[in-house]
């Protein structure tokens, strides 16, 4: 009896182990069916791709206000309208914009004075004389002089004169004014004035504006050199100072060209007390 039971027990495990192998054979044999089926239709769960709206540009500018015209008041006292726009400027005239610079005024050259206030040169010696124009004299009368180019042309460089003055102190130390006149232009003429002191022993210091020359109205202030002589070799020349002046002269015309020359020697020569020594005179050139 209890091996009958046995065995239908074993029975009943193989018939379930039967059926859990045909159940396990057939599922699998589903999966594989469904797996390579060809025309099985896949549906796609992907998601949709959704493009976003660009948002309306917003308008930033600010609105145009509306011209408004000024206000336009009524006093009590009229009744026409009074209007308070702004007064428009007028342009103000190129002529009254314009200021006129002032004028500057030069400075007149010094006239040379001695140690007493004296002026060296008399104003007739100061005055320049034009081409063309009356030559001054000292009684206020006046020679009209050649104008005009006519006669032969002279070469540039050419001397047309040469002289010399001197001055009288009645001792051994005087000034000797040497001068040479030569064309330099078509109506002009170069003269050259060398100043020497004339002595035996003389012994001065370097002085700037010592020597003084006017020729023709140019006036020129001229320093005076250290001179130191011993005399043992007896009289002789010392230059103190030249220079140059270019005054007018036409061809055709004479002329007679003031020369003055003073020398500050402020000291004495032989007991003689000499503030300034002068020499000059009149240069007559023609061309």
């Not at 089926?37 to 549906?43: A, D, G, I, K, L």
């Not at 009209?144 to 130390?173: A, E």
């Not at 230059?239 to 005054?247: C, D, G, H, L, Y």
Request: proline share 9%.
């Amino acid at each position: 009896m209890k091996n009958n039971r046995t065995t239908a027990l074993l029975m009943l495990l193989v018939f379930l182990l039967v059926v859990a192998v045909v159940i396990i054979f057939l599922t699998g044999l589903d999966r594989t069916s469904a797996r390579d089926n060809p025309y099985e239709t896949v549906t796609s769960t992907a998601e949709p791709v959704i493009t976003p709206e660009a948002p309306p540009a917003e308008v930033s500018a600010e609105p145009t206000p509306a011209a408004t015209s000024a206000p336009v008041y009524y006093p009590a006292s009229t009744s026409t309208p009074v209007s308070t726009a702004a007064p428009v400027s007028t342009a103000r005239p190129a002529s009254a914009a314009a200021t006129p610079a002032p004028a500057v005024q030069a400075t007149p050259t010094p006239t040379p004075t001695d140690a007493n206030g004296n002026p060296l040169f008399s104003a007739q010696d100061l005055i320049p004389v034009v081409p063309g124009a009356a030559t001054p004299s000292p009684d206020g009368s006046g020679s009209s002089g050649s104008s005009g180019s006519s006669g032969t042309s002279i070469p540039v460089g050419t001397n047309i004169g040469s002289g010399s003055f001197r001055s009288d102190t009645g001792t051994g130390l005087n000034i000797r004014a040497d001068w040479s006149a030569a064309i330099s232009g078509q109506d002009t003429a170069d003269i050259t004035v060398t100043v020497y002191a004339d002595c035996y022993s003389l012994y001065t210091t370097a002085t700037p504006g010592a020597l003084n020359i006017a020729v023709d109205g140019q006036y020129v202030s001229l320093a005076s050199p250290a001179i130191e002589r011993d005399g043992t070799a007896g009289a002789g020349s010392v230059e103190i100072n030249s220079r140059t002046f270019t005054v007018p002269l036409l061809s055709g015309a004479h002329r007679e060209i003031p020369l003055d020359v003073a020398w500050l020697y402020r000291g004495s020569y032989s007991g003689v007390n000499l503030d300034t020594i002068e020499c000059g005179g009149n240069i007559s050139l023609n061309r």
